[in-house]
């Protein structure tokens, strides 16, 4: 069936270095990814998307890399800070008959910025 | 956030009790969803409305019902609220042809 997962529940990194959060996906028909964040007490919040005829999209110290051939989605952060603590969620649009732009969220990754 | 107001933001009710979770945008946006999000899960998809003449069921419609005032209004109703309905809620909006949504701040409901 289609799903959208993470390999990690957890990341802990020190304040400065870059960070990598991983989603694994399903559906090989899914053309559009995103990343949000989700800060306690707070609905998830855009951070950067990607379609599926893209590789690589860059924003503001975060990078997102698709791998379509192993259905693998990453989110990078540059210089990770305090300010980036908060649970990662990726999600995808499935392309489905009757999806009409549902997203399948995955389960999210917990990121601590130690200082 | 401001953009996306929920109310009520905390809601503590009993088994069998009808509550209805409000949501409001500033946005602009025809596109408006309900999500539920547990511990441990990520988020759900319980309806959706593209116009105001448009509702839709998402993946877990069941034990809810959905009202779309206007553009900016879309209502979420518990009939009869039941334990394993505690969660989370989210409402979302989205622009046509967005496919990432603008969530609002949540409503956590406690039903007893």
């Known amino acids: 069936g289609e799903s959208v997962g993470l390999h990690l529940p957890t990341l802990s990194v020190q304040e400065g270095d870059n960070s990598i959060i991983n989603c694994a996906y399903s559906?090989?028909?899914?053309?559009?990814f995103i990343w949000y964040k989700q800060e306690s007490g707070k609905g998830p919040q855009f951070i950067i998307d990607?379609?599926?005829?893209?590789d690589k999209r860059q924003g503001q110290r975060v990078t997102v890399l698709l791998n379509k051939t192993v259905k693998h989605l990453s989110l990078q952060i540059a210089a990770t800070q305090p300010g980036d603590s908060a649970v990662y969620f990726c999600?995808?649009?499935?392309?489905?008959?009757?999806?009409?732009?549902?997203?399948?969220f995955g389960k999210g990754t917990k990121l601590s910025v130690k200082p | 956030d401001a953009d996306v107001t929920q109310t009520p933001r905390n809601r503590i009710t009993k088994t069998g009790k009808r509550i209805m979770l409000e949501c409001s945008q500033t946005k602009g946006h025809d596109r408006m969803y309900w999500y539920r999000q547990d511990p441990g899960l990520g988020l759900r998809l319980i309806y959706y409305?593209?116009?105001?003449?448009?509702?839709n069921k998402g993946e877990i419609s069941d034990g809810y019902s959905v009202s779309r005032q206007a553009q900016a209004k879309f209502s979420l109703s518990l009939e009869s609220a039941i334990p394993n309905q505690t969660a989370l809620y989210f409402c979302?909006?989205?622009?046509?042809?967005?496919?990432?949504?603008?969530f609002g701040p949540g409503t956590r409901l406690t039903v007893l």
């Open positions: 409305s593209f116009d105001v003449k448009d509702i």
């Open positions: 999600a995808e649009t499935g392309s489905r008959r009757g999806s009409q732009g549902n997203l399948i």
């Open positions: 559906n090989s028909a899914s053309d559009y």
């Open positions: 979302a909006t989205s622009d046509v042809g967005d496919g990432w949504k603008f």
């Open positions: 990607i379609r599926s005829n893209m």
